[in-house]
């Protein structure tokens, strides 16, 4: 498997480069972390922390991807309900990056190399295909304009309540 590219002939990490040129500075410049500095998304960390987890602990990573952007770049043949589900264990994919803004790799698809790009954005969820424990990203992410500031910032009344899951939490995929 050593030596192959993807479909465009140009390596995932080439167009990974190519589409932060584009994009950097665009998505990321609407929040600021500080004078001067830009507030990251959270979305890549916490795909590469469970991706990491996942083959960490022996399971096969896969994420489920949003394919009506233009941007993203999977194999449509495979695609069902605008949404496609792509293992991306290190042994099904080659020269995979999880980037601050893209996922890109090569994978086989019909015995065919393909190089796949998804904006970070497109990522619905990661998980485990054997046990469906994962993430599931809902909405947009919130970024409120001062750490103390919650969404109604009703400072009057008494905190929320919050309750532990007994037992062992986890998230399924459930469509």
């Known amino acids: 498997m050593a030596g192959w590219t993807g479909s465009d002939g140009g390596s995932p990490h080439s167009r990974l480069s190519e589409a932060g040129r584009v994009r950097n500075g665009m998505e990321n410049s609407q929040h600021r ?6 507030l990251l998304s959270f979305k890549p960390y916490l795909l590469r922390a469970t991706y990491q987890w996942s083959v960490d602990c022996g399971h096969t990573p896969q994420i489920l991807v949003d394919t009506r952007g233009e941007e993203v770049v999977v194999p449509v043949r495979y695609v069902r309900d605008n949404r496609i589900v792509l293992n991306v264990h290190p042994r099904s994919v080659k020269d ?3 980037g601050n803004e893209y996922v890109v790799f090569t994978a086989r698809f019909g015995g065919q190399p393909f190089g796949v790009t998804v ?3 497109a990522v619905i969820g990661i998980f485990s295909r054997e046990t469906g424990m994962g993430i599931v990203f809902q909405g947009e992410e919130v970024v409120f304009s001062h ?3 919650g969404p109604d910032d009703d400072s009057t009344g008494p905190p929320p309540k919050t309750s532990r ?3 062992g939490a986890h998230l399924k995929l459930v469509e």
Do not use: K, L
């Open 33 to 38: 972390g500080g004078p001067g500095r830009q």
């Open 96 to 98: 995979m990056e999880i």
């Open 119 to 121: 904006p970070v954005p």
């Open 147 to 149: 750490p103390d500031e």
């Open 165 to 167: 899951p007994r037992g």
